[in-house]
C-alpha cells in the first residue's frame, strides 16, 4: 500500500524559472495539504484541496504560488518566478476525511532557487 | 499567530529514562490533537492522537497526555530509545479540517 509520494524529491530552480511539485495521495485519500518548512521552522500550513476543490489557501502566498488536485492525476504547488526566498522543503500530505483521522506525509521535495 | 506552541526547541535524555515533550495551544475548539515524528530529509510520522473527549492514550512506549483546562499537551517516551532522537511536531485540528504545527522539539537520546 503506497503512501504519498511525491515528486521531484529535489528541485534546483534559478530565480525566475518556475517550480512544479507533484503530489499524489494515498490510495483511497481525497483530501491534499501542502505545507511548506524553511530552514530553522515548523511546518506552516499553505492549502487544503480536495478532488477539483481548494478548500483553504489562507496559508497561501498572494501570489506566485497556486495549487490544484484535479480529478484525475497528482495535486500540484506551482510557484512562479521564484525568488531565493522559496528555498524551502514542501511536504504534502494526505487523509481520507473521516472523523478525527490523521495526516499521512511524503517524503518532500526541497526546493533550492539559485 | 502560533496557534501550536512547542517551547523546548531541544531536550536530551539518557536511554532508558523517560522523554516528556510539552506543547501548549491557544484555540479552545480544537478538538483532535497528534504527535509526528521527522527524521532529517524524510516526512513526519504520524505518532499518536488523542482526541478531546479524552485526557490519555497510550500506544506501546508512548503515551499523550491532554489537559483542557490549561490548553496543553505532552508525549511520554518510556524507555527512551537511541533510535527515538528525532524532531517531534505536535499539531492540533480545528472545525475546518485544518491543521496547525507547532514548531517541533528535537530529541536527543543518549546511550
Known amino acids: 500500500n503506497a503512501g504519498v509520494m511525491q515528486n521531484p524529491r529535489h528541485l534546483v530552480r534559478r530565480r525566475g524559472q518556475e517550480a512544479r511539485l507533484r503530489c499524489s495521495p494515498m490510495?483511497?485519500?481525497?483530501?491534499v495539504y501542502w505545507y511548506r518548512q524553511l530552514p530553522e521552522e515548523g511546518l506552516k500550513f499553505m492549502v487544503y484541496?480536495?478532488?477539483?476543490?481548494?478548500?483553504?489557501e489562507s496559508g497561501m502566498p498572494k501570489e506566485r504560488f497556486s495549487a490544484e488536485f484535479p480529478k484525475e492525476g497528482p495535486s500540484i504547488l506551482r510557484i512562479q518566478q521564484v525568488v531565493r526566498g522559496d528555498s524551502a522543503a514542501y511536504f504534502c500530505?494526505?487523509?481520507?476525511?473521516?472523523?478525527?483521522?490523521?495526516?499521512?506525509f511524503g517524503n518532500g521535495t526541497r526546493l533550492t532557487v539559485t | 499567530d502560533q496557534q501550536v506552541k512547542q517551547n523546548s526547541p531541544s531536550l536530551s535524555v539518557q536511554e532508558g529514562r523517560i522523554s516528556i515533550l510539552n506543547c501548549d495551544y491557544t484555540?479552545?475548539?480544537?478538538?483532535?490533537f497528534l504527535w509526528y515524528k521527522k527524521y532529517p530529509a524524510e516526512g513526519p510520522t504520524f505518532l499518536i492522537s488523542?482526541?478531546?473527549?479524552?485526557d490519555k492514550n497510550e500506544d506501546g512506549r508512548f503515551t499523550v497526555f491532554l489537559n483542557k483546562s490549561a490548553k496543553h499537551l505532552s508525549l511520554h517516551i518510556v524507555p527512551s530509545q537511541p533510535g527515538d532522537s528525532a524532531v517531534y511536531f505536535c499539531?492540533?485540528?480545528?472545525?475546518?479540517?485544518?491543521?496547525?504545527f507547532g514548531t517541533g522539539t528535537s530529541l536527543t537520546v543518549i546511550p
Open positions: 500530505a494526505s487523509s481520507p476525511g473521516a472523523y478525527n483521522s490523521p495526516l499521512h
Open positions: 490510495k483511497g485519500h481525497s483530501h
Open positions: 484541496l480536495q478532488k477539483e476543490n481548494i478548500i483553504d
Open positions: 484555540n479552545s475548539m480544537f478538538d483532535y
Open positions: 488523542i482526541s478531546s473527549i479524552k
Open positions: 499539531a492540533a485540528k480545528g472545525t475546518g479540517n485544518q491543521f496547525y
